[in-house]
């Protein structure tokens, strides 16, 4: 997921009694299928399951993909409503919602993180925006901290020309500044909708960016195949965040994402966007290595840019794939990217200014602030 970790579960068993999950659909002959990728099973995935047990009015079915835990999760559960497909070893996220599509046959599918929490009617609102829309194909769900005052997780997710995934709003306080339908660059993988034919003819998420940032690049292949992502407002999930991949700790965290964000540029940069933003580039690689080495981090580092180096070979093959079926231009698609760094400083911005990335102020102060609107004048999706 862009620059923050998927959920692989937490520790406790849970006992709550089973939910009901299915009703009658308000989105006509449309199942839709919720697939949930665990490490684990604990409280937090309980309190997932519990919520959508609330949701009314739609039908749906819940998948989870025990992503090989040490002990099944189908042994701890108490749902027996909800279908648990085990996997032999653990391959990561990526790998354990490609086996859930597997798995499921519906024309929706919702991709959550088991440390989210859903409104009785978020999920009903997800569905009907995309489904009164035919011209997106997936859609972001409006990611809120569970704390007070409430504060933003993501309202979309945004990428730097120069390569860098963000979360857009991130850290904001909530006063309703992202209360409109648009169009974003992408959804998260936390909490997302997807049209199953747009997954099918993607072919799924890249497992070999194993966690981090398989969303993002998933996102960008679409875009350049003129499919569209919509931001939908009303629907509201609490993402709790840091619970998985909270055992790897950090430095496997962030040896990740450094390795997935070069190989989302090699994979999905036409090559005229790839010369233009070459100096954006450049400049962004060794301000996120300095980033690293501040963090004590050196080492990480390094061993995802060697990796990233070594994976080159099967990621430029990749890219011949995307390229071919590209169906926008490369200037519509650095168009797209220009756009996401507007919305990037925009939030910058917005925050309190010791509160505002140093990366992103040293890229910006470099390449220069992006002429940004207040989300308010941003126009709506009609």
Not at 78 to 107: F, K, M, Q, Y
């Amino acid at each position: 997921m862009a620059n923050h970790p998927s959920n692989r579960g937490a520790a406790e068993a849970s006992n709550t009694p089973a939910p009901a999950l299915r009703s009658q659909p308000s989105v006509p002959a449309a199942l839709v299928s919720v697939i949930i990728p665990v490490y684990g099973n604990g409280f937090y995935l309980g309190r997932c399951l519990e919520s959508l047990g609330a949701v009314k009015g739609l039908e749906f079915s819940v998948l989870l993909v025990d992503d090989g835990s040490p002990e099944a999760v189908a042994d701890h559960l108490s749902w027996p409503s909800i279908r648990c497909h085990r996997l032999g070893e653990n391959r990561g996220p990526a790998h354990a919602v490609n086996r859930g599509l597997e798995e499921t046959a519906s024309d929706w599918v919702v991709v959550l993180n088991s440390d989210v929490e859903l409104p009785p009617q978020s999920l009903n609102h997800l569905v009907e925006a995309l489904a009164e829309r035919p011209d997106y194909h997936f859609a972001a769900a409006k990611l809120l901290h569970p704390k007070e005052p409430p504060t933003i997780d993501s309202v979309g997710d945004g990428m730097l020309i120069g390569g860098g995934g963000y979360r857009i709003g991130h850290e904001e306080l909530e006063q309703g500044q992202y209360g409109s339908a648009r169009s974003v660059l992408s959804a998260a993988g936390t909490a997302s909708l997807y049209r199953r034919s747009l997954l099918n003819e993607l072919g799924g998420f890249d497992e070999d960016f194993f966690g981090f940032l398989e969303d993002l690049d998933l996102s960008l292949r679409a875009q350049l195949r003129g499919y569209r992502c919509l931001y939908v407002p009303s629907a509201v999930v609490y993402h709790h965040g840091g619970v998985t991949f909270r055992n790897r700790g950090e430095k496997e965290i962030y040896r990740l994402i450094t390795r997935n964000q070069i190989w989302i540029v090699v994979k999905n940069y036409p090559a005229t966007v790839l010369l233009r933003a070459l100096p954006r580039l450049l400049v962004f690689q060794p301000l996120w290595a300095a980033l690293m080495v501040s963090r004590g981090l050196l080492v990480p580092y390094l061993r995802g840019l060697g990796e990233a180096l070594l994976g080159l070979p099967r990621m430029l093959g990749k890219r011949r794939q995307i390229q071919r079926s590209r169906t926008i231009s490369p200037r519509r698609f650095w168009e797209l990217l220009k756009e996401s760094e507007q919305e990037i400083a925009a939030w910058q911005l917005r925050l309190a200014p010791p509160e505002r990335s140093l990366l992103l102020q040293l890229y910006f102060g470099l390449f220069g602030w992006p002429a940004v609107k207040t989300q308010e004048k941003t126009p709506a999706v009609a």
